[in-house]
């Protein structure tokens, strides 16, 4: 679907007639300032800026010329034999070879590591670099090989299209010729471009012209098939295996295409004879795209150039340059330095020298889908818009009566203008409507003006500004000059209006809009201007990019003449945006919306212009490229690398589509759209959820399809799709929520104002949409009693022809399971209700009529309770059961004990006594078996069970039911509470104890030693002190109390020294060992071979790896939890000497530390009963004591958890590991993880004041 669009010509006139080669240097890049001319006699330099032409020296009878890139020198060959190379810096000659016998053609290599020479005797002669001999055949000699000797590659073996297998058995229809020396006897070389193999096209002496194949050794290969009027010209195509050749056939002219094995493959059909029009030579551009074939037509005096290039195995004529014989081209050839591939250089006889650039293009009107491809005199029309349609064929055809070379496409006032650009340098303009894009009938012809007629194409950058004016550009030398047109419809002319000229080259050229031109320059400029109200180009600024120069000038969007987004890009290279490099090997670009698309090799990418970032990207075939878009479908159309077309409709343009859709409230448009492109269909909802709540009643007139409404329905889900799922297309927009809106309860506060507006609305179109919204919010129940009541009124009314209620029902078996419809119908205890459900389903009668017969025997109550029973309704099941009172009561104890249904039968049996008290029985039988005696108490006695009551209570030890249960079934109260002490003093529950033993015994000394046994000292004192208020004859503080409180202060303060005493030896030892390791790693030594084996006993929060100095054998592993703690105990003991003492210690002195400071309470009770007794030296001693132990504790923490222990969490990596740390990494993971950190003392207020002796 390309076209070749000129880039710039540029014009010299060369002080030089009759030359046959131009030398170009391939180290120099394109702009270089050099040429060498080489005549029939002379070798010339030419500098292109001074216009100074140097004779170098002079050969008689010059055949070919080469430049030879590694030794810097130009080489010679001429007719006699002689061949010289010349330094073109000092003109020095050297000889190379010499050939008595005379030379006709002399071919270097790709690589110039060889050179073929054909003599005068028809013998080819392969040289190296050095004109050292490698091999020598004869062209007369009739040495032609068989094609493959086991058929391979044979005519037979070959595919032949339409004409099928018969064409493998036609016979050849080659006849001898009748006098070869008729024929031109020219001979032609040409190498293939991997240097591997070269052709020579020579006369055969009985077969006539034919071509021979040789490998780089000058091995003979193969021989061209025989067939009569092959053409002296010969091109091996760079990038296949192709040989083109022309071909003239009885019927057509044509070029043929020979496969290596000397085969004809294919055929390029001319639009002239080659009898009348006679072609000079074949070159084919260095990247293999285009062909292009020099002719002389001496009948009416004009010598062309046509350029072809090949897709889908179709030849197109893309440009056609015509010459006059009066001053014919006497050189052409292709440019073969790095990016210069498709640089044509032309010489005519007068000397002037023509330098085209070309690149492909696309000539489109973007957005809308109408691509023009150019085919010699037709120009090819396809509206991607309606149809998708393969190259070559099309939607019409344009013919006119010459060859096109240019054409463009805009849009002016609601019509597409179409312009061209013939050989003739005629302009005809077509016009069309919009609504119909390619009926191009109307038309007007202008012709060049003569201040604008000179070569041949040398106007490049075509641009159709629509006004009726044209910008285009040529270049001469090393200026350019813009020249703007008019189309003069009174002189059917385009004549000259204005120029600006720029002292540098213009590449490529860009429409802004608003009278914007952007023209890029060889040195990377992008400059503006501006057409002016007088029909002037005004410069208005330049922007340098910082990059090559490109090919091809792309505007992203244009608005009060400024411009948004310039950008540029050079063919399978960068692309460029606002002059700064983004992305590389990019292999097509287009514009379409707020996205620039662009591809590389195998994937699409979307780059947003506003908020410059690639949003979205996807995978295509490999090598495709973006051929044009259409806007309103949201279609990228592609062309695969074999021309095979291929559409995409990208999610994120048809999102763009339909978002603007719904924001013109075009609901069915969008509709359409989103169904089309299996968009999710809760877009038409989240797009603006404010804007669509608002306009429901529109959506459901303009929605008309129930099955539509019904799909939308079913879709919608509890999320917001334009954060979501569609979150890279919204992802700058500002979603607009109503108020109170929450996004949990989207479905159903869209389903419930639909249902609002459809049920009000009575429209019976709706019927399907109301089920599937109450279906959608969880209310099938509701939807089934819509379908049995449109089902009762259809059975009032016998006309009805269609049922609804049929629809209705079989929707919903469609959008709910069957067997839960027929469940939630069954719920509903009406049987005719299920049997209709049943039978729409098409079940069986004989699985659920037993059943309902069944049913239909029972009463009411107990039919519900089955129906609930068999749907697992089992709270409602009791409802119906209980209902049915005592005669279905051990049935009802059963279920209610089936399903622990107690407390809600407690409820629903409030009004029957016998059903309640057999309930509390079985309630109280249930709390019992779980241990909740309390609770099984007090149903025990509700039912009436008081004894059962009692031990319950009994049990739990709750004193006050027990005395009343005791008294309520007549026992002994006092008999009672007593033998509850000793139970509450095994549970530690002194006080209650002492209480019960205090009411109902009769001795104090009993009661004040349970206090004393439980060492509530404090209260034992008061209430002894109280007694003896009364009885001042005993003194039971002496003989009783202050005995057991001494004791136990002796006890408590032995302990606490021991304590003390532990701590103290604890910290010093692992203070002593942290010492010893610091002292081994300072002197180099290694503190410990841990080889830790003991990974299964690490914290689980902590990653450890193993570390070893030397080779060991396989660690253990301890699987079962025994193993484990047994390990740990043992990696853990604090015997000395242990490698791992130190974790030990310091998980004993947390243990240690958090016991301790657990006495606070302890100390403070003893301290405050001392003091009552007046034993203020002890209580001082203890309380001086402890106070001691919590400040060692507290100065001691920072020293025992040191920060690399607090800090330790996971192990070090990396190249550069500290390995002292890495050990203590896996030391500490033996630590818990709580007790790595220094315990958090909670203390309180505990001691007297009044024993302080230091504030």
Same mark, same amino acid.
């Given at each position: 679907?390309?076209?070749?669009?000129?880039?710039?010509?540029?014009?010299?006139?060369?002080?030089?007639?009759?030359?046959?080669?131009?030398?170009?240097?391939?180290?120099?890049?394109?702009?270089?300032?050099?040429?060498?001319?080489?005549?029939?006699?002379?070798?010339?330099?030419?500098?292109?800026?001074?216009?100074?032409?140097?004779?170098?020296?002079?050969?008689?009878?010059?055949?070919?010329?080469?430049?030879?890139?590694?030794?810097?020198?130009?080489?010679?060959?001429?007719?006699?034999?002689?061949?010289?190379?010349?330094?073109?810096?000092?003109?020095?000659?050297?000889?190379?070879?010499?050939?008595?016998?005379?030379?006709?053609?002399?071919?270097?290599?790709?690589?110039?590591?060889?050179?073929?020479?054909?003599?005068?005797?028809?013998?080819?002669?392969?040289?190296?670099?050095?004109?050292?001999?490698?091999?020598?055949?004869?062209?007369?000699?009739?040495?032609?090989?068989?094609?493959?000797?086991?058929? #391979?590659?044979? $005519?037979?073996?070959?595919?032949?299209?339409?004409?099928?297998?018969?064409?493998?058995?036609?016979?050849?229809?080659?006849?001898?010729?009748?006098?070869?020396?008729?024929?031109?006897?020219?001979?032609?070389?040409? #190498?293939?471009?991997?240097?591997?193999?070269?052709?020579?096209?020579?006369?055969?002496?009985?077969?006539?012209?034919?071509?021979?194949?040789?490998?780089?050794?000058?091995?003979?290969?193969?021989?061209?098939?025989?067939?009569?009027?092959?053409?002296?010209?010969?091109?091996?195509?760079?990038?296949?295996?192709?040989?083109?050749?022309?071909?003239?056939?009885?019927?057509?002219?044509?070029?043929?295409?020979?496969?290596?094995?000397?085969?004809?493959?294919?055929?390029?059909?001319? @639009?002239?004879?080659?009898?009348?029009?006679?072609?000079?030579?074949?070159?084919?551009?260095?990247?293999?795209?285009?062909?292009?074939?020099?002719?002389?037509?001496?009948?009416?005096?004009?010598?062309?150039?046509?350029?072809?290039?090949?897709?889908?195995?179709?030849?197109?004529?893309?440009?056609?340059?015509?010459?006059?014989?009066?001053?014919?081209?006497?050189?052409?050839?292709?440019?073969?330095?790095?990016?210069?591939?498709?640089?044509?250089?032309?010489?005519?006889?007068?000397?002037?020298?023509?330098?085209?650039?070309?690149?492909?293009?696309?000539?489109?009107?973007?957005?809308?889908?109408?691509?023009?491809?150019?085919?010699?005199?037709?120009?090819?029309?396809?509206?991607?818009?309606?149809?998708?349609?393969?190259?070559?064929?099309?939607?019409?055809?344009?013919?006119?009566?010459?060859?096109?070379?240019?054409?463009?496409?805009?849009?002016?006032?609601?019509?597409?203008?179409?312009?061209?650009?013939?050989?003739?340098?005629?302009?005809?303009?077509?016009?069309?409507?919009?609504?119909?894009?390619?009926?191009?009938?109307?038309?007007?012809?202008?012709?060049?003006?003569?201040?604008?007629?000179?070569?041949?194409?040398? #106007?490049?950058?075509?641009?159709?500004?629509?006004?009726?004016?044209?910008?285009?550009?040529?270049?001469?030398?090393?200026?350019?000059?813009?020249?703007? *047109?008019?189309?003069?419809?009174?002189?059917?002319?385009?004549?000259?209006?204005?120029?600006?000229?720029?002292?540098?080259?213009?590449?490529?050229?860009?429409?802004?809009?608003?009278?914007?031109?952007?023209?890029?320059?060889?040195?990377?400029?992008?400059?503006?201007?501006?057409?002016?109200?007088?029909?002037?180009?005004?410069?208005?600024?330049?922007?340098?990019?910082?990059?090559?120069?490109?090919?091809?000038?792309?505007?992203?969007?244009?608005?009060?003449?400024?411009?948004?987004?310039?950008?540029?890009?050079?063919?399978?290279?960068?692309?460029?945006?606002?002059?700064?490099?983004?992305?590389?090997?990019?292999?097509?670009?287009?514009?379409?919306?707020?996205?620039?698309?662009?591809?590389?090799?195998?994937? *699409?990418?979307? #780059?947003?212009?506003?908020?410059?970032?690639?949003?979205?990207?996807?995978?295509?075939?490999?090598?495709?490229?973006?051929?044009?878009?259409?806007?309103?479908?949201?279609?990228?159309?592609?062309?695969?690398?074999? +021309?095979?077309?291929?559409?995409?409709?990208?999610?994120?343009?048809?999102? +763009?589509?339909?978002?603007?859709?719904?924001?013109?409230?075009?609901?069915?448009?969008?509709?359409?759209?989103?169904?089309?492109?299996?968009?999710?269909?809760?877009?038409?909802?989240?797009?603006?959820?404010?804007?669509?709540?608002?306009?429901?009643?529109?959506?459901?007139?303009?929605?008309?399809?129930?099955?539509?409404?019904?799909?939308?329905?079913?879709?919608?889900?509890?999320?917001?799709?334009?954060?979501?799922?569609?979150?890279?297309?919204?992802?700058?927009?500002?979603?607009?929520?109503?108020?109170?809106?929450?996004?949990?309860?989207?479905?159903?506060?869209?389903?419930?104002?639909?249902?609002?507006?459809?049920?009000?609305?009575?429209?019976?179109?709706?019927?399907?949409?109301?089920?599937?919204?109450?279906?959608?919010?969880?209310?099938?129940?509701?939807?089934?009693?819509?379908?049995?009541?449109?089902?009762?009124?259809?059975?009032?009314?016998?006309?009805?022809?269609?049922?609804?209620?049929?629809?209705?029902?079989?929707?919903?078996?469609?959008?709910?399971?069957?067997?839960?419809?027929?469940?939630?119908?069954?719920?509903?205890?009406?049987?005719?209700?299920?049997?209709?459900?049943?039978?729409?389903?098409?079940?069986?009668?004989?699985?659920?009529?037993?059943?309902?017969?069944?049913?239909?025997?029972?009463?009411?109550?107990?039919?519900?309770?089955?129906?609930?029973?068999?749907?697992?309704?089992?709270?409602?099941?009791?409802?119906?059961?209980?209902?049915?009172?005592?005669?279905?009561?051990?049935?009802?104890?059963?279920?209610?004990?089936?399903?622990?249904?107690?407390?809600?039968?407690?409820?629903?049996?409030?009004?029957?006594?016998?059903?309640?008290?057999?309930?509390?029985?079985?309630?109280?039988?249930?709390?019992?078996?779980?241990?909740?005696?309390?609770?099984?108490?007090? *149903?025990?006695?509700?039912?009436?069970?008081? *004894?059962?009551?009692?031990?319950?209570? $009994?049990?739990?030890?709750?004193?006050?039911?027990?005395?009343?249960?005791?008294?309520?079934?007549?026992?002994?109260?006092?008999?009672?509470?007593?033998?509850?002490?000793?139970?509450?003093?095994?549970?530690?529950?002194?006080?209650?104890?002492?209480?019960?033993?205090?009411?109902?015994?009769?001795?104090?000394?009993?009661?004040?030693?349970?206090?004393?046994?439980?060492?509530?000292?404090?209260?034992?004192?008061?209430?002894?002190?109280?007694?003896?208020?009364?009885?001042?004859?005993?003194?039971?503080?002496?003989?009783?109390?202050?005995?057991?409180?001494?004791?136990?202060?002796?006890?408590?303060?032995?302990?606490?020294?021991?304590?003390?005493?532990?701590?103290?030896?604890?910290?010093?030892?692992?203070?002593?060992?942290?010492?010893?390791?610091?002292?081994?790693?300072?002197?180099?030594?290694?503190?410990?071979?841990?080889?830790?084996?003991?990974?299964?006993?690490?914290?689980?929060?902590?990653?450890?790896?193993?570390?070893?100095?030397?080779?060991?054998?396989?660690?253990?592993?301890?699987?079962?939890?025994?193993?484990?703690?047994?390990?740990?105990?043992?990696?853990?003991?604090?015997?000395? +000497?242990?490698?791992?003492?130190?974790?030990?210690?310091?998980?004993?002195?947390?243990?240690?530390?958090?016991?301790?400071?657990?006495?606070?309470?302890?100390?403070?009770?003893?301290?405050?009963?001392?003091?009552?007794?007046?034993?203020?030296?002890?209580?001082?001693?203890?309380?001086?004591?402890?106070?001691?132990?919590?400040?060692?504790?507290?100065?001691?923490?920072?020293?025992?958890?040191? @920060?690399?222990?607090?800090?330790?969490?996971?192990?070090?990596?990396?190249?550069?590991?500290?390995?002292?740390?890495?050990?203590?990494?896996?030391?500490?993971?033996?630590?818990?993880?709580?007790?790595?950190?220094?315990?958090?003392?909670?203390?309180?207020?505990?001691?007297?004041?009044?024993?302080?002796?230091?504030?």
């Amino acid at each position: 679907m390309r076209n070749l669009k000129l880039k710039f010509c540029t014009e010299l006139n060369a002080p030089v007639r009759d030359v046959k080669f131009v030398v170009l240097n391939p180290n120099d890049d394109g702009d270089s300032d050099v040429v060498y001319f080489v005549t029939e006699t002379k070798l010339f330099s030419y500098m292109k800026s001074t216009e100074v032409l140097k004779e170098l020296t002079e050969l008689p009878g010059i055949i070919n010329a080469e430049y030879l890139a590694l030794e810097t020198v130009i080489s010679l060959a001429s007719e006699s034999g002689e061949v010289i190379t010349v330094d073109p810096e000092t003109s020095a000659v050297t000889e190379g070879t010499y050939c008595d016998v005379g030379l006709l053609c002399m071919a270097w290599s790709p690589d110039q590591e060889l050179v073929v020479f054909v003599t005068k005797a028809h013998n080819i002669v392969v040289l190296n670099a050095n004109y050292d001999p490698v091999e020598e055949h004869s062209l007369g000699l009739d040495d032609e090989n068989p094609f493959v000797t086991v058929g #391979w590659g044979s $005519k037979e073996t070959q595919f032949h299209g339409s004409e099928g297998k018969e064409a493998a058995k036609k016979k050849s229809d080659y006849k001898l010729p009748e006098d070869v020396k008729q024929l031109p006897q020219n001979v032609e070389v040409h #190498w293939r471009d991997d240097g591997a193999y070269f052709a020579v096209s020579y006369v055969n002496s009985i077969y006539g012209r034919m071509f021979k194949v040789f490998n780089r050794e000058g091995k003979f290969q193969f021989t061209s098939e025989k067939v009569n009027n092959l053409g002296v010209q010969i091109a091996w195509r760079p990038a296949e295996s192709w040989i083109a050749v022309p071909h003239k056939l009885p019927n057509k002219s044509t070029i043929g295409f020979f496969e290596m094995n000397g085969l004809r493959h294919r055929e390029l059909i001319l @639009p002239f004879d080659l009898d009348v029009e006679q072609i000079q030579s074949l070159k084919y551009s260095p990247d293999s795209d285009i062909l292009a074939i020099e002719t002389k037509d001496a009948a009416q005096n004009f010598n062309y150039l046509y350029l072809y290039i090949v897709n889908n195995y179709h030849w197109y004529l893309k440009q056609t340059l015509r010459f006059s014989l009066n001053n014919p081209i006497t050189y052409f050839n292709w440019d073969n330095r790095l990016h210069e591939e498709k640089t044509l250089h032309i010489l005519l006889e007068d000397g002037k020298y023509l330098i085209y650039r070309w690149r492909f293009c696309i000539d489109k009107y973007e957005n809308f889908g109408v691509v023009a491809v150019i085919d010699g005199n037709k120009l090819l029309l396809t509206d991607f818009k309606q149809n998708i349609i393969p190259p070559p064929k099309c939607n019409r055809i344009l013919q006119l009566d010459k060859n096109i070379n240019a054409c463009t496409i805009i849009l002016v006032n609601q019509k597409l203008l179409l312009c061209v650009y013939d050989v003739n340098e005629d302009m005809t303009i077509f016009n069309s409507n919009i609504s119909k894009p390619l009926n191009f009938d109307e038309h007007s012809k202008y012709i060049a003006s003569p201040e604008l007629c000179g070569p041949p194409a040398v #106007w490049g950058n075509f641009l159709f500004l629509g006004d009726g004016t044209i910008v285009t550009n040529k270049s001469d030398n090393s200026q350019s000059v813009m020249q703007l *047109m008019k189309l003069d419809s009174v002189l059917t002319q385009y004549i000259p209006l204005s120029k600006f000229v720029l002292s540098t080259k213009i590449y490529s050229m860009a429409d802004a809009g608003n009278k914007i031109l952007l023209a890029q320059a060889d040195n990377a400029e992008i400059f503006k201007f501006i057409i002016t109200k007088e029909n002037t180009i005004e410069f208005v600024q330049a922007n340098k990019q910082s990059g090559p120069v490109v090919d091809q000038l792309i505007v992203g969007g244009s608005r009060n003449n400024s411009i948004n987004t310039t950008i540029a890009w050079k063919t399978n290279h960068n692309l460029f945006i606002n002059e700064e490099l983004y992305f590389n090997d990019v292999t097509s670009c287009c514009v379409i919306d707020n996205y620039l698309i662009f591809t590389k090799l195998t994937t *699409m990418y979307f #780059w947003h212009l506003k908020q410059k970032k690639t949003i979205a990207e996807r995978k295509i075939e490999r090598g495709s490229k973006i051929i044009t878009t259409v806007f309103d479908s949201g279609r990228v159309v592609l062309q695969l690398p074999r +021309g095979n077309i291929e559409t995409v409709v990208p999610r994120i343009l048809s999102l +763009g589509i339909v978002s603007k859709t719904l924001n013109q409230l075009r609901y069915k448009n969008a509709m359409e759209i989103v169904r089309k492109e299996r968009i999710n269909l809760n877009i038409i909802s989240d797009n603006n959820i404010e804007l669509f709540l608002n306009n429901l009643e529109l959506f459901l007139n303009q929605i008309d399809n129930p099955d539509w409404l019904c799909l939308f329905l079913n879709d919608l889900k509890n999320e917001d799709f334009t954060k979501t799922v569609y979150k890279f297309y919204y992802f700058n927009a500002q979603q607009m929520y109503p108020e109170n809106f929450q996004i949990e309860k989207k479905v159903v506060n869209i389903c419930e104002k639909l249902l609002s507006l459809m049920e009000e609305s009575k429209n019976k179109a709706f019927f399907l949409p109301i089920l599937s919204a109450y279906v959608k919010i969880g209310k099938v129940e509701k939807a089934l009693a819509q379908v049995w009541k449109q089902k009762y009124i259809e059975n009032l009314n016998t006309d009805t022809a269609d049922s609804l209620a049929d629809k209705g029902l079989q929707h919903l078996i469609q959008i709910v399971n069957v067997d839960e419809l027929s469940d939630i119908a069954l719920g509903t205890y009406d049987i005719g209700l299920v049997v209709y459900v049943l039978q729409k389903s098409h079940s069986d009668p004989k699985e659920f009529l037993p059943f309902f017969n069944e049913l239909k025997s029972y009463d009411t109550n107990y039919r519900c309770y089955k129906i609930d029973e068999h749907l697992k309704r089992y709270q409602k099941a009791l409802k119906g059961i209980t209902a049915c009172g005592e005669a279905k009561l051990d049935e009802a104890l059963e279920f209610i004990k089936k399903h622990n249904l107690y407390a809600l039968a407690l409820k629903y049996y409030e009004a029957h006594p016998n059903c309640y008290k057999s309930t509390c029985l079985a309630f109280g039988d249930y709390l019992r078996t779980n241990n909740k005696l309390k609770d099984a108490s007090i *149903m025990y006695e509700r039912g009436d069970s008081n *004894m059962q009551a009692f031990l319950s209570a $009994k049990n739990i030890l709750d004193c006050g039911r027990v005395l009343f249960l005791a008294k309520k079934n007549g026992a002994d109260i006092a008999t009672v509470a007593l033998s509850l002490v000793p139970l509450l003093m095994e549970k530690g529950r002194y006080d209650e104890a002492y209480d019960l033993q205090k009411s109902y015994g009769n001795n104090i000394i009993d009661g004040v030693k349970i206090l004393l046994k439980g060492k509530v000292y404090n209260k034992a004192i008061c209430e002894v002190r109280l007694f003896q208020a009364d009885n001042n004859d005993i003194n039971l503080i002496d003989s009783l109390v202050l005995p057991e409180l001494l004791t136990h202060f002796q006890l408590l303060e032995e302990k606490l020294l021991e304590d003390k005493k532990t701590f103290e030896n604890y910290k010093e030892r692992l203070l002593e060992i942290r010492k010893k390791k610091l002292k081994q790693q300072l002197e180099g030594e290694d503190a410990d071979d841990d080889n830790i084996d003991e990974c299964d006993i690490i914290s689980d929060t902590t990653s450890v790896s193993r570390f070893t100095n030397s080779s060991r054998g396989t660690g253990k592993t301890f699987r079962s939890s025994k193993n484990r703690r047994k390990h740990a105990k043992k990696v853990l003991s604090l015997k000395p +000497g242990n490698k791992f003492e130190d974790i030990a210690l310091i998980d004993a002195l947390y243990n240690l530390t958090m016991k301790l400071a657990t006495h606070q309470q302890i100390v403070h009770d003893t301290c405050g009963a001392l003091i009552e007794l007046q034993q203020d030296t002890d209580a001082s001693a203890l309380q001086e004591l402890y106070r001691e132990i919590l400040v060692l504790i507290k100065n001691s923490l920072d020293e025992i958890w040191i @920060p690399e222990l607090m800090t330790a969490k996971q192990l070090p990596t990396g190249l550069n590991i500290d390995y002292a740390e890495l050990q203590n990494e896996q030391r500490y993971a033996m630590i818990e993880p709580v007790k790595r950190f220094k315990p958090e003392l909670k203390i309180f207020d505990w001691e007297h004041e009044i024993l302080r002796l230091n504030p």
